[in-house]
């Protein structure tokens, strides 16, 4: 299968997945009125929940960005091409596999995490 096309098909899974996450943030936006949705589920729970939800969403919407600007599949770290298995597992990806796990690495450094 061609690039372009892989790229299509994930454009649509990430169009579904965006559509689903504005119904299920539009629980958190409920909640925040104080409705009690989801008996069982205390405030603190919800609202991570909705906050965890934001950021999918965030990044759900600037994978879809980066459709439109013709950026998609394009590490923002090193400029080349991610991986089309790397994108078909974590759609929203904007870093190839490299990139990614410098940062990661950077991350467990400035934790105080001695890195391998």
């Not at 629980?27 to 009690?36: M, R």
């Not at 069982?40 to 906050?51: C, E, L, N, Y």
């Not at 969403?57 to 013709?70: F, H």
């Not at 904007?94 to 991350?107: D, F, P, T, Y």
């Amino acid at each position: 299968m061609k690039r372009a096309d892989v790229i299509k098909r994930i454009q649509r899974i990430l169009k579904a997945h965006h559509r689903d996450l504005v119904k299920a943030l539009g629980v958190g936006i409920t909640f925040e009125f104080g409705v009690d949705l989801l008996p069982g589920v205390d405030v603190d729970t919800m609202a991570q929940i909705t906050s965890a939800e934001s950021l999918v969403l965030q990044s759900v919407e600037d994978a879809l960005e980066r459709m439109r600007r013709g950026r998609y599949g394009i590490c923002e770290g090193c400029g080349r091409e991610i991986s089309l298995a790397r994108l078909q597992a974590i759609p929203q990806a904007s870093l190839c596999i490299s990139c990614q796990k410098e940062i990661e690495r950077r991350e467990m450094l400035g934790a105080g995490v001695e890195a391998e």
